[in-house]
């Protein structure tokens, strides 16, 4: 038999105690990463057998092994779930990247000030140019990249611009 030197009567107890030690730990300093849980799980389970009188041996078992078998368990779950729900390029900022905007702030080539503004699907955001010309309010724009938390844009040539078709 084993002998820690704890009475038969206290196991259940350690076990409750390491049951919710585990969780709180789980839940605070480990976010809900499920690296305690499956053993916070098991030592619950090991608490429920001290309460049966159950040798302490088979509890230890069961907290050991149960973790053990747990926690593979969830990895695998886990695995398969980021492998199945991989998030599609272009999530986040980088969505914007080839779609038009409107100035609503003018933009100037230097910027040092940082107040160009465009709106782009709702959204207002900072921008810089990666053209030599001011951009006026009300310019489309095609937003070419990310620079921090910037777009970098281009003004969008009419057809009439670009074909040189001055209709005056």
Known sequence: MLDLGIDLDVWPWVW?????SF????????????I????????????LLGFYDVSVE?????FVLGGAVLWIG?????????????????VGADRLVGMTGTVTVAVTPDDSE?????????????VVTSHEMPLSTGTRVRILSMQ????????????????????S
């Open 16 to 20: 409750l105690f390491v049951a919710v």
């Open 58 to 62: 088979v509890q230890w078992a069961v």
């Open 114 to 126: 940082r107040r160009g503004r465009i709106s782009v699907e709702g959204e207002t955001w900072g």
């Open 36 to 47: 305690l849980l499956p053993f916070a799980v098991s030592a619950f389970a090991a608490s």
């Open 148 to 167: 921090g938390a910037r777009l970098v844009v281009e003004p969008i040539e009419s057809d009439d611009a670009r074909n040189g078709d001055d209709r």
């Open 23 to 34: 969780t709180l730990l789980e839940v605070t300093l480990l976010g809900g990463s499920f």
């Open 74 to 90: 969830f990895y695998r779950w886990a695995r398969a779930f980021l492998r199945d729900h991989v998030l599609p390029p272009g």
